[in-house]
Structures are given as structure tokens and as C-alpha cells.
Nanobody
Framework: QVQLVESGGGVVQTGGSLRLSCVAS????????MGWFRQAPGKQRELVAA???????AYADSVKDRFTISRDNGRSTVHLQMNSLKPEDTAVYYC??????????????????WGQGTQVTVSS
């Protein structure tokens, strides 16, 4: 049984930082591209960042230079370091796993497994 468990969400002031973590189990972690998505109320789920098994990373334009995705294949963990947070970053953040042979990492519908989500709230 595959499980993705996120942690690290919370409430932070504008300009603050948070570090999200996602621990995977039940799958061969190094076979999967890992993505972080977010969904704000009334909005579609959107890709924040993705990282391939070889640690090539991609980011949404809105978070470039503020967020950093990383992974530890030995610990089956992916992190999202979020700096200079803004109120518009407020959302539920989800960790997801994508088969390594699927190239279109930007589409949520392509991901095979999802975590339960963690709330991030940035106050102004």
C-alpha cells in the first residue's frame, strides 16, 4: 500500500519561511518523479515544483527564486523549502508521485499517488 505523508505546514507571516516534507512508503521511491501541488479555495490544483529521480527540478514561475524542491532517495523523502512567503501562497499543499516514464509532470491527472495535503497559511 502506497502512502505519501506530508508535514510541515502551518501559519506564517508574510516574508516568512516553511519547510514541507513528504515521506513515501510502499513504492520504489527512486522510480518516481515527485511533485508538490497546491490548491487554494475556489481554484484549480496547480503544480508548484517537481523533481525527477535524478534531481532535476522545475518550478512554477510564481515560486521561482523563492521555493526549492529537494529529495533524499535513501530516506524516500521530498522537501519543499519555501522562503519569502506571500499571502497568495496560502493553499493546501499536496505531495504526489509520478511514474518516471511519464514526461508531463505539470498535469495533476498524470500522477499516480497523492498525499492527504498540508495547510499553509500566510498572513499579511
Amino acid at each position: 500500500q502506497v502512502q505519501l505523508v506530508e508535514s510541515g505546514g502551518g501559519v506564517v507571516q508574510t516574508g516568512g519561511s516553511l519547510r514541507l516534507s513528504c515521506v513515501a512508503s510502499g513504492l520504489t521511491f527512486s522510480y518516481y518523479t515527485m511533485g508538490w501541488f497546491r490548491q487554494a479555495p475556489g481554484k484549480q490544483r496547480e503544480l508548484v515544483a517537481a523533481i525527477t529521480p535524478g534531481s532535476s527540478a522545475a518550478y512554477a514561475d510564481s515560486v521561482k527564486d523563492r521555493f526549492t524542491i529537494s529529495r533524499d532517495n535513501g530516506r524516500s523523502t521530498v522537501h519543499l523549502q519555501m522562503n519569502s512567503l506571500k499571502p497568495e501562497d496560502t493553499a493546501v499543499y499536496y505531495c504526489a508521485a509520478l511514474d518516471r516514464y511519464q514526461r508531463d509532470y505539470a498535469q495533476a491527472r498524470n500522477y499516480d499517488y497523492w498525499g492527504q495535503g498540508t495547510q499553509v497559511t500566510v498572513s499579511s
